[in-house]
């Protein structure tokens, strides 16, 4: 069963980091390029950043650049999303996803909430 499974979010304060975990299974990690994407309260779910699956070569939205690292560890079937300076406008639930066989699988998503 291709299964996404995500983890680390939490309450944090302004200016602090958090790291996500997005442990994958039922499929040959490696081989996929993986997704983080949040979706604010009252918002569209948005693409934050993106890592290939051999070379590693990133992308990032430009309102997380030079703030979040995405990696991944293939030899654990697990992507990363490090995150840093946080802002309030960060908070969101993030999930990550991946398109297999034409279709968009879907994590059930980490809550992170930035407040003091």
């Known amino acids: 069963q291709v299964q996404l499974v995500e983890s680390g979010g939490g309450l944090v304060q302004p200016g602090g980091s958090l790291r996500l975990s997005c442990v994958a299974s039922?499929?040959?990690?490696?081989?996929?390029?993986m997704n983080w994407y949040r979706q604010a309260p009252g918002k569209e779910r948005e693409l934050v950043a993106t890592?290939?699956?051999?070379?590693?070569?990133?992308n990032y939205a430009d309102s997380v650049k030079g703030r979040f690292t995405i990696s991944r560890d293939n030899a654990k079937n697990t992507v990363y999303l490090q995150m840093s300076s946080l802002k309030p406008e960060d908070t969101a639930v993030y999930y990550c996803?991946?398109?297999?066989?034409?279709?968009?699988?879907w994590g059930q998503g980490t809550l992170v909430t930035v407040s003091s």
């Open positions: 996803k991946f398109v297999y066989k034409n279709i968009g699988v």
């Open positions: 890592i290939a699956s051999r070379d590693g070569g990133t």
């Open positions: 039922g499929f040959t990690f490696s081989n996929y390029f």
